[in-house]
């Protein structure tokens, strides 16, 4: 946010008027709508990937981002594009490096993000990119930059990745929970893993556009986490975890745009300190059912 701005609105304590200075800006309607759009898509993707156990992957994916959008910079298209197209060709290569794997794929992850780091810092000598602002916003992410024709793309893919995974959720939960009995029930394993991380390279490139490659992680990861940790069920599960990723995202908009901080710092913050939260609860509820239980046990020998 400009600094004239950041001078310009205040926080108060009406809540109403607090909220028409929210969105008395077009890009704060861009910023809100885009945001919700990548929060839901995170949330619901986050959560299978959290199940399957492939966080690494995401990360990948979203370092992926950086090259691609960097070489599409480079031959003159949109860095969108080269986001969109890095991620799926990365993720259709760790599917076919890993065909006889399950789960986990490190080694095929670990030697993609490596070919594409390489390829990062080719493109950058290449294209001698000394747009400090433009290599900040590809890491970092443009929470407030997002303009009228990024909402398209993003709303687009926000379908496509929704549309397919509600295709594939049921055989997907399956395959995420017991790979090997679902193999054997005629479950495609494989063609399952390779498709989500198709869609999860959809929903990685659609976050980095606006909280960047090196914060995708607090949107896939921290929601679903944190909802793994107070709910088994997975229909629960899922909602819970968008439920999370709306709130940090809406909150760290709205703390982000009364204050002179980036709204990403707020949206990490609130994620970590949520899902830190929820786990000192259950480690100080478990601890305190064992205390509980000894002193009965206790009890029970001395009568």
């Known amino acids: 946010m400009p600094g004239a701005l950041?001078?310009?609105v205040q926080l108060s304590w009406n809540l109403v008027e607090d909220i028409q200075q929210l969105f008395a800006y077009h890009f704060m309607e861009n910023a809100y709508l885009a945001g919700t759009l990548v929060a839901v898509v995170a949330g619901v993707v986050g959560y299978f990937m959290v199940l399957r156990g492939q966080s690494f992957a995401g990360h990948t994916l979203a370092k992926v981002g950086f090259p691609g959008a960097l070489g599409a910079?480079?031959?003159g298209v949109s860095p969108v594009i080269g986001l969109i197209a890095f991620g799926i060709g990365a993720a259709l290569l760790i599917g076919a490096l890993s065909a006889r794997e399950v789960k986990g794929q490190?080694?095929?992850?670990g030697m993609v993000l490596a070919f594409s780091l390489?390829?990062?810092?080719?493109?950058?000598?290449?294209?001698?990119?000394?747009?400090?602002?433009?290599?900040?916003s590809l890491l970092f992410g443009s929470v407030l930059g997002i303009s009228d024709q990024d909402i398209g793309p993003i709303m687009l893919t926000t379908c496509i990745t929704l549309?397919?995974?509600s295709a594939i959720a049921r055989p997907l939960l399956f395959a995420s929970i017991d790979p090997e009995v679902a193999a054997a029930r005629g479950v495609p394993v494989r063609l399952l893993s390779t498709l989500f991380l198709f869609l999860l390279a959809l929903a990685v490139a659609e976050a980095v556009?606006?909280?960047?490659?090196l914060l995708i992680f607090a949107l896939l990861v921290t929601p679903a986490a944190t909802a793994q940790q107070l709910t088994t069920r997975p229909a629960l599960a899922v909602g819970l975890s968008v439920v999370l990723a709306l709130l940090f995202m809406w909150f760290g908009l709205a703390i982000g745009y009364f204050t002179p901080y980036p709204s990403s710092f707020f949206i990490t913050s609130f994620a970590f300190g949520t899902y830190a939260l929820v786990r000192i609860a259950r480690s100080g509820s478990g601890w305190l059912g064992r205390s509980r239980h000894q002193v009965q046990a206790k009890g029970e020998a001395l009568s």
């Open 6 to 8: 950041a001078d310009a």
């Open 73 to 75: 910079a480079l031959i």
């Open 106 to 109: 490190d080694v095929a992850v």
């Open 118 to 136: 390489g390829l990062g810092l080719l493109f950058v000598r290449l294209s001698h990119f000394n747009n400090t602002t433009g290599v900040y």
């Open 163 to 165: 549309a397919l995974l």
């Open 209 to 213: 556009q606006f909280v960047g490659a």
